[in-house]
């Protein structure tokens, strides 16, 4: 494995002057001119990291947490009126119909929205992307502009998230060009014993004014800095994850040393596109040729952590913390050794949520009716059910077997598991729109 750290690129050097004394406030820091990053090195979104310059400090993994990519190129006419056909699907008041609005692509089942954002019209969903496409003959609007789940860069890796996601964008539109990179953000989790708590504002050296400190039930959780091109957070990841629990992420931490126990905290750099292109950065390999470049640039250049000294007024002369040097130290490397179960697709439920929070009728029928016995319950919970909705079936047009099957094809879109069939065994809607198309161009309509 080649490591190549470029603590002291020289491209970076030529960037010192990174930003103007712009107001950062609400306006955000501008960077103000275009700069060489360091092309030496790719990065692996799970490689833990044994650069510590702080004995006291220790990089668990670097990572890209947050990834947004956008592909020039127009519409397909086939795609267009499929795409169009099960945006109407998903509009229409009949839940028949709206189970229908779901989008196939290789092995993935995306479920169309019912509405766009502009400038886009359609909107596909699933576990790893959200897909905003622009309608055939948009102008000033990308083919697609897609958000890639931060459990899939985690899992999958960045390079193979974008290749997947490249594939789908072929089948959907005519990309005219590679995917650029409209946003990323670069983290670094670490455990560390430096009194991070006790970080007070003039500790920071930035041109940022705008700084947040960050509690939760009185326990110091983080620091927000920055608002706009560039921001970043330092906050602990591990009481974050008290509320919305990463097995996968734990699961990497204790590879790398984690016992478990010590709170794990992140420091995240988001960087927005505008701050991108004044780097030089615009496409997705040029961000992969640049992460440890654009790393320090962040940690040396924009922000750092320093050691206040009472007998000098220069704040920039101040030495850095050394926990802040072990995080400039973080290694991007392009070694990639995923083999881990990459993540679902779909976006169901977990089974804990459904053995928990899903239980909760089904034991307060129990409770209501009298039963201990969880069999005896069940089967009384069953046809206590069938009862109560085919009793409403003049008012609903449904009896329960036609209510539970209407609901499940609901659950089978929003959780992308597979195509619903079109009811009756009817022509599904999108093929007979597709029919009418063809049919259309052969009469010369």
């Known amino acids: 494995m080649i490591i190549n750290r470029n603590k002291d690129s020289e491209s970076i050097k030529s960037a010192e002057a990174t930003v103007n004394g712009e107001d950062f406030g ?11 990053i360091d092309e030496g090195t790719k990065s692996s979104n799970t ?3 044994t650069c510590i310059n702080d004995s006291n ?3 668990l993994r670097t990572g890209i947490d947050s990834l947004y990519v956008s592909y020039q190129g127009e519409l397909t006419t086939e795609s267009s009126i499929e795409l169009k056909t099960l945006k109407e699907l998903a509009q229409s008041n009949s839940p028949e119909k709206i189970a229908l609005a779901q989008y196939f692509a290789y092995d993935h089942g995306f479920d169309v929205s019912d509405r766009g954002r502009h400038p886009f019209a359609y909107i596909l969903r699933d576990n790893w992307y959200r897909i905003e496409i622009a309608k055939l003959g948009a102008l000033r609007a990308p083919l697609a502009h897609s958000q890639i789940s931060s459990e899939l860069l985690t899992l999958k890796g960045p390079e193979k998230a974008v290749t997947d996601l490249t594939a789908i964008i072929e ?4 990309p005219s060009g590679p995917p650029n990179v409209s946003r990323v953000d670069l983290c670094v989790d670490f455990i560390t014993d430096h009194p991070l708590n006790a970080i007070v504002d003039t500790d920071w050296v930035t041109k940022a004014k705008d700084m947040d400190r960050y509690s939760v039930q009185r326990q110091f959780s983080g620091w927000v800095i920055g608002r706009g091109k560039i921001s970043a957070r330092l906050y602990n990841k591990t009481l974050e994850m008290n509320k919305k629990p990463r097995p996968y992420l734990e699961e990497l931490w204790i590879e790398s040393g984690w016992d478990g126990h010590q709170d794990v905290w992140r420091l995240e750099f988001q960087i927005r596109r505008d701050c991108l292109r004044d780097l030089d950065i615009i496409t997705f390999e040029n961000l992969m040729h640049n992460l440890a470049g654009l790393w320090n640039y962040s940690t040396q250049n924009w922000l750092r952590l320093s050691i206040p000294n009472e007998n000098d007024k220069t704040q920039t002369r101040w030495p850095t913390a050394p926990v802040w040097e072990s995080l400039q130290s973080a290694i991007w490397t392009g070694n990639d050794k995923l083999t881990r179960k990459p993540p679902a697709k779909g976006r169901p439920p977990t089974y804990h949520y ?6 909760s009728a089904y034991h307060s029928f129990m409770a209501m ?3 201990n016995d969880p069999s005896e319950g069940a089967h009384a919970f069953h046809q206590a059910a069938k009862r109560y909705h085919d009793s409403r079936e003049h008012f609903t047009g449904l009896d329960f077997y036609d209510y539970v099957a209407q609901k499940v094809a609901l659950k089978v879109r929003a959780y992308n598991t597979y195509r619903n069939p079109p009811p009756d065994d009817t022509l599904h809607p999108v093929d007979e729109a ?10 010369g309509e």
């Open 26 to 36: 609400r306006k955000a820091q501008h960077c103000t001119r275009k700069r060489t």
């Open 47 to 49: 490689v833990p990291s």
């Open 57 to 59: 400090t220790k990089i």
């Open 171 to 174: 089948k959907i539109g005519l």
């Open 354 to 359: 459904l053995f928990h929070t899903g239980l």
């Open 369 to 371: 009716e009298g039963i």
């Open 434 to 443: 597709m029919a009418k198309a063809y049919r259309k161009q052969r009469d």
